[in-house]
């Protein structure tokens, strides 16, 4: 399957076969980078963000050192759903249950997402989206 963005009725999906996180790299953002059959999925997040687990919910911020190493126990872990909001939100799905939550921010880009294909999507300031390539209609 190859890896594309679906057009649903309250946002966009990304349809992948397999998405595992490969890589983490902090600095004054998140990158997330994950293996796909065909290509690699980049994620960088530059807010707050808040991460779910069978424990809660914790807000995580990228220039805290105490909480961002929450984040690092989804090494290795498979990325079940990658969901993106008209509003700019981002929700990740892990197969271990974890769930990161990116909201808009109103000043910056919160989140950007570069796919194979070139697909590259990047979360507005003050809420909303830009979609850069070939984006899939599907009817719910």
């Known amino acids: 399957m190859t890896t594309s963005l679906v057009s649903v009725s309250d946002g966009w999906r990304l349809r992948f076969q397999t998405a595992e996180v490969r890589r983490f790299v902090v600095g004054y953002d998140l990158k997330l980078e994950l293996e796909l059959e065909d290509g690699r ?14 424990t809660g919910t914790r807000t995580l911020a ?3 050192s105490d909480s961002i ?16 909001s008209a509003d700019g939100s981002l929700d990740l799905r892990f197969g271990s249950g974890e769930r990161i939550l990116v909201p808009p921010d109103r000043r910056y880009e919160a989140w950007e997402a570069h796919a194979p294909g070139g697909l590259i ?11 850069f390539g070939t984006v899939v209609a599907e009817v719910e």
């Open 121 to 131: 999507l990047v979360s507005k300031p003050g809420g909303g989206m830009t979609i």
């Open 69 to 84: 190493g929450h984040v690092f126990k989804l090494m290795g872990h498979t990325l079940t759903a990658m969901a993106v």
């Open 62 to 64: 990228v220039r805290d």
């Open 41 to 54: 999925l980049l994620i960088r997040i530059g807010g707050p963000f808040d991460l779910s687990d069978d």
